[in-house]
């Protein structure tokens, strides 16, 4: 049988354990009921803007002034990874970080070989896990969640942008997890630049836009603000998921911590009623020798 001090201690442990696991799991509830309402309220005017600026991608095909949907074949490519930055969320940043290698092995593992691969990351998780494996790191913005806000997020997006215009990427991908529920998140991997045409274009004239007053302010205005909203909705998506997915872990680490109480508490319990049977013994043999 364990020594009872030693069952003691370790139910200490596990008690301390679990008050820590449930405060963090109401901070967690507490910031996941901000994320979500920002990245609900973000949603609809985020699709309706990406709609425009597809369309507009489409309708502007072949155009020079077009320069956000110029394809050309990757042979530089960025990769935006966000992720978290502090752990205790179960499985959130480990399933960013094994899609980013996917894709690299599965669709630019040639042009990863040459050195011409960056990664973007975007959270200090993701930061830490690609530098230590020798990845080529842009590491000016991974520090972002500790002051979210469009404004921080849109340096990065004309940080991106810039650099595509200028040639520095062919293709520029972003990966992050999308709040679905508090349990469940979508991991999505998504093509941020060249803007790509809509996948199904109707016959309708939907499409076709009256440019006031020209193309090139269209370009120049709602293309890069469309862009820039479209990174911070994602931001918003991954910041979302974290505290859900941080929340679900929390509450499984409290129910395992109440779990693991009980079976110390009757282990403590066994271990006492044999000491108390071992004394008692003790005392009859002894005065039965008395005798």
């Given at each position: 049988?364990p ?13 301390s ?28 005017y985020?699709q ?6 597809q ?22 490519v ?5 992720t ?11 399933n960013v970080?094994?899609?980013?290698i996917?894709?690299?092995n ?17 959270g ?5 896990f690609?530098k230590?494996?020798n990845y080529?790191i ?13 404004m ?13 215009r ?19 998140q ?13 996948a ?6 939907d499409?076709?836009?009256?440019y ?15 862009l ?13 998921s ?13 129910d395992?911590a ?7 508490r ?6 006492r009623?044999a000491?108390i049977?071992?004394?008692i013994?003790?005392i009859?043999?002894g ?5």
């Open positions: 049988m020594n009872l001090k030693e069952v003691k201690n370790r139910i200490q442990s596990v008690m354990t679990q008050q820590i696991t449930k405060a963090m799991k109401m901070v967690a509830a507490a910031k996941l009921r901000r994320s979500q309402d920002n990245i609900m309220q973000l949603r609809p985020a309706k803007l990406n709609g425009i600026l369309n507009l991608s489409s309708g502007m095909e072949g155009d020079d002034n077009n320069v956000y949907g110029v394809e050309r074949y990757p042979e530089k960025l990769i935006i990874v966000v978290s930055d502090r752990g205790l969320c179960g499985a959130f940043n480990s970080h094994k899609a980013v996917r894709n690299i599965n669709n630019y593992k040639s042009i990863n070989d040459r050195g011409d691969l960056h990664i973007l990351p975007l200090k998780k993701g930061f830490d690609f230590k494996r080529k842009v590491d000016k913005f991974w520090k972002v969640f500790s002051n979210l806000s469009f921080e997020v849109s340096k990065v997006a004309e940080f991106v942008m810039q650099q595509f200028q040639g520095e990427y062919d293709r520029v991908e972003i990966v992050y997890n999308e709040f679905k529920n508090v349990a469940t979508i991991l999505n991997t998504e093509q941020f630049l060249p803007v790509l045409p809509p199904e274009v109707s016959d309708n004239s499409v076709d836009y009256i006031q007053p020209n193309k090139e302010s269209i370009v120049e205005e709602l293309i890069p603000k469309s820039k909203v479209q990174l911070f909705k994602a931001v918003l998506e991954s910041n979302a974290e505290q859900g997915a941080r929340m679900t872990a929390m509450d499984q680490a409290t395992n109440g779990d693991l109480l009980k079976e110390l009757l282990t403590y319990n066994r271990s009623q000491a049977t071992t004394e013994n003790e009859v043999a005065s039965a020798a008395l005798g």
